[in-house]
């Protein structure tokens, strides 16, 4: 069976212009294409989670896959690397027309997979490097690596329902209610009062109603 397989990353690319390609390279060929695949999804997101992968699975030893390059495969030379190994080990032969290359089981195919290869782990090894370097030299400019003491996703769950919070307040909900609705610590409620006029402005006038309660209660008695 001999497939071809077409790819673009979004709906307002043109997936003619590979299908022509790949027809002119079956021509010169003299290859009859069987079936062309064709999807519209990111090269970033990896092989197995696209059609390509279930395509995969599907071939056998003796098949045929043509794209017209290898970065219609993936964006990332890891997953190529990955997707080129499949294809060794199962005995599918890989075409692709612009690069001129052609993976099958021959010895100059498996030099340049080892090739591809080494400069994937290169990559990899670079990436990780890269990344090192970067938190090393925030250490040592004195930035705090991590997420904050405290929790920001329950401070951002107090923002986000900030007006369900002054309603249950000025429906005389105490802070500790509220505190249990959420399921946060009291510490965090006064991060987010400090962040938020309204609730302290709420608060406030709270505390003066209550004042003035108890002064009254206090000259009556």
Not at 38 to 64: H, N, P, V
Not at 113 to 137: D, H, P, Q, W, Y
Request: aromatic share 4%; glycine share 6%; with cysteine.
């Amino acid at each position: 069976m001999i497939i071809a397989y077409l790819r673009v990353s979004t709906e307002k690319q043109n997936l003619l212009n590979q299908r022509s390609e790949i027809e002119r390279f079956a021509l010169q060929k003299n290859i009859n294409i069987d079936r062309f695949i064709m999807e519209i999804a990111s090269g970033k997101k990896a092989g197995k989670e696209r059609q390509l992968g279930s395509l995969l699975k599907k071939l056998k030893k003796g098949d045929t896959l043509i794209v017209t390059e290898i970065s219609r495969l993936s964006r990332t030379l890891t997953d190529i690397m990955s997707i080129m190994g499949k294809c060794l080990e199962k005995g599918i032969v890989l075409h692709s027309v612009k690069d001129g290359y052609t993976f099958d089981d021959s010895i100059n195919s498996k030099v340049l997979c080892f090739a591809f290869g080494l400069v994937a782990e290169i990559e990899r090894n670079l990436i990780s490097m890269r990344t090192k370097e970067a938190l090393a030299l925030r250490r040592a400019e004195g930035v705090t690596l991590g997420r904050k003491k405290g929790s920001y996703t329950k401070l951002k769950i107090l923002m986000d329902n900030r007006h369900t919070i002054i309603k249950m307040l000025k429906e005389g909900k105490s802070i500790i209610t509220i505190c249990r609705h959420y399921e946060l610590s009291r510490d965090t409620f006064e991060k987010f009062k400090k962040k938020c006029p309204d609730i302290s402005g709420i608060l406030a006038e709270k505390a003066k109603d209550r004042k003035t309660v108890t002064l009254n209660h206090k000259t009556n008695t």
